[in-house]
């Protein structure tokens, strides 16, 4: 068991500075992902070795693949082309990571083996349902614990039948574990979504040399095709970006920028809010970078923030940074109301009741609602003690509060930190 690690975190007078954030996690994923199911070798550069993306790497060595490093951020993977995937002689192992199991069920329900997979305490209690339901439907047979909804899953995959699936959850992680199924039936597979999620598997399948279509929230693949390895640049991930963002948005005086970070409109709803609170944020050097649009991000602190409404299209397109929007709006002026956010109650954790709880015990005042948060922002934050509950994402907003609460934080359980973002304390101190 990895030992639990307290953060201590003192007021910053200002944040300043360039520091880079590690490369995107979904987009780590994926490219280990689709270079173990191309012909020849994919290197993938500015790789995040964080522990989801490391647990990728682990299930992919089970299943054959040849995958060399992490190292200094570079991975190589000797893709095993179609068919190339053998039986595991163990348990695939997805740790904290969704992202894993559920991609990794997709691809598992077309190969012609058996196969279980678990993961830690927090993704044995994460619906599964929501994948296995359409993978199913294309012909898997998956099995699990509570009807097949919570890991361990055993599954035994093999010939899959196209699907067109309309999706009820706008959710990368249904659409890509589908759209990877896909790969393995013999025509055109097809998601529907409610509302656009993050398109990476999309663009890297395109890459991958797929046939992709998309029009509007429908996105479809052609089984079997030929993929080829590729060299992937990760750019760094807006997710992690986005606790510096706020920070440096919340801090007076401060003058950061961050350098190469990706700022896919299906990721960047955290700019668009920030900015109608009034944030002081520019893109610089906009560019496309392996088929991913690149930015330099430079946050200056431009007064006090002024509360909004978040809901609909957008939800999407931030919802792993709702809890860091959170901190944001507890400073700012007015009410910040968060709604059609449901989905982040089967996040991590449940990210309503536990952003709801950390920010309340920094004095901020803050309201559950069954589908988001209300803040009415401006109550001065005190520092406290507060416990991260195994998630990266609660554990690093926690660390963006206690940037302007009054005393000493300190945040416990900390290590989970390393789930996402390795290196989190050390960017923090470059800035401040
Ligand atoms: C991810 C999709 C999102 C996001 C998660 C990463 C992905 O989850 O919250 O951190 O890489 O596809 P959902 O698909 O459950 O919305």
Redesign the pocket.
Known sequence: MTDTIDLHVLPAETLRGTAAVPGD???S??AVMLGALAEGDTIVENFLPGEDCLSTIDCFRKLGVEIEGPDNCMVKVHGRGPGGLTEPEDVLNAGNS??TM??LLGILAGQSFFSVITGDVSLRSRPMA?VIGPLEQMGARIGGRQGGNFAPLAVRGGQLKPFIYSSP????????SVLLAGLFADGVTAVIEPHR??D??ERMLKHFGAAVEISGNTVQVSGHPRLKGQRVIVPGDI?SAAFFIVAASIVPGSDITLPGVGVNQTRSGILDVLLEMGAGIELLNQRVEGGEPVADIRVRYNGRLTGVTVEGDTI?RL??EVPVLAVAAATAEGVTKIRNAA?LR???SDRIATVAAMLGKFGADVEELPDGLLLRGGRPLEGVICESHGDHRIAMAAAVAGLIAYGETVVRGAECIDI?FPGFASVLKILR
Do not use: F, M, N, Y
């Open positions: 996690k979904s987009i994923h994926r969704g992202t559920r991609l929501r959850v706008a959710s990368a992680q249904v659409k890509s999620s993050r990476h598997t997710s999407p919802i792993d989905e089967v996040k991590e996402s």
